[in-house]
């Protein structure tokens, strides 16, 4: 199975986040367990402020067995087709186009999305398959 990895549950480990770096690294290491880990681009993105280097980044994703993949195209088109009805549906507009660039690349490119972000996931990839940390 491919777990793909959403910025917030690695940041509650690295961080470390008091109330969620327990159950986001119970939840990582249970997928691992079960298959492989994967990022998409706009992650690693967000995850490089992070670290002092580039090096120490890849370093990281490396020793955890975290892979890095490009969104595809067919996820970009899908990340934009669901921004686009967010943009014409909601009132409050507080997503930005990289939420729904995980979405994308977790609902074609992997089994499923582990983040504490579920919302947003649930209701423009119906199809994927969300497993909050911070719910088990």
Known sequence: MITALDTNVLLDILIPDDQFAERSLAAIEAAAAGGSLVICDPVYAELCGQFRSQADCDRFLLENSILVER??????????????????????????????????????????????????????????????????
């Open 71 to 136: 969104v595809s195209r067919q996820a970009m088109w899908a990340a934009a087709s669901a921004w686009l009805g967010y943009r014409r549906t909601e009132r409050r507009r507080d997503r930005i186009l990289t939420d729904f660039l995980i979405g994308a690349h977790a609902s074609s490119q992997a089994s499923r999305l582990i983040t504490r972000d579920r919302g947003v996931y649930r209701k423009y990839f119906k199809d994927l398959i969300v497993v909050d940390p911070s719910r088990i």
